[in-house]
């Protein structure tokens, strides 16, 4: 299966505070590519608690572009793409926000949660959080850094793929019974976790 695994963090509470921008690549189930984006944010405001928790100062990303100047880098690993995030509602609406803020228009990919589709395949877990989730799964990362934090949400996307023996999109959301979240320029069906049982992991 082809996606990609996106974290994003912000300098405040504000969506469009985004600071960092973490990306992971998978090709045919391979990670092919990872990559870290520091973004200076919008406004240029931090939060203590913002900075305890990730570790990016004013001071590293005082000298950054703004989030509409890495555009169109950012774009191409998006558009038209399966994009995974870890409590996507965060990452899909920082991302809506931000472009609405720089008025660009959205790009058009299916999405997929994590959060959601990890809470269906390993109901048995305490807690779903992505520390939590990757220590249970045996998934090592550094938490709260976007470079990482992405490359742990692909890892979980792979081990559900693998435990469920599962091909593609279409099937995760057969398996799953899960609504896939779709974005476009003028529309946002959000990703849903539907109530029905999943069928038990062959693999598991």
């Not at 406004?43 to 928790?53: C, G, L, M, S, T």
């Amino acid at each position: 299966m082809d996606f990609v695994a996106i974290d994003f963090e912000t300098a405040t509470s504000s969506f469009t505070s985004v600071c960092s921008l973490g990306i992971c690549v998978v090709e045919n189930n391979i990670i092919t590519d990872r990559k870290e984006i520091l973004i200076k944010p919008v406004p240029f405001e931090f939060n203590d608690y913002n900075i305890k928790i990730h570790g990016i100062t004013p001071k590293m990303v005082a000298d950054k572009p703004t989030f509409d100047r890495y555009w169109n880098e950012i774009k191409p690993y998006l558009e038209s793409k399966t994009v995974i995030a870890h409590n996507a509602s965060f990452d899909v609406g920082a991302l809506c926000a931000t472009l609405e803020h720089f008025k660009i228009p959205r790009p058009t990919f299916d999405y997929l949660c994590t959060v959601k589709l990890s809470q269906l395949a390993y109901p048995e877990l305490e807690s779903h959080k992505l520390n939590r989730l990757c220590d249970a799964l045996g998934i090592e990362f550094q938490h709260h850094q976007a470079y990482d934090d992405a490359y742990a949400c692909a890892m979980v996307m792979l081990r559900v793929l693998e435990d469920y023996s599962l091909l593609n999109l279409g099937e995760v959301e057969e398996c799953f019974e899960m609504e896939i979240g779709h974005l476009t320029p003028n529309s946002h069906f959000k990703c849903k976790k539907r109530k029905k049982k999943p069928k038990t992991a062959v693999n598991a």
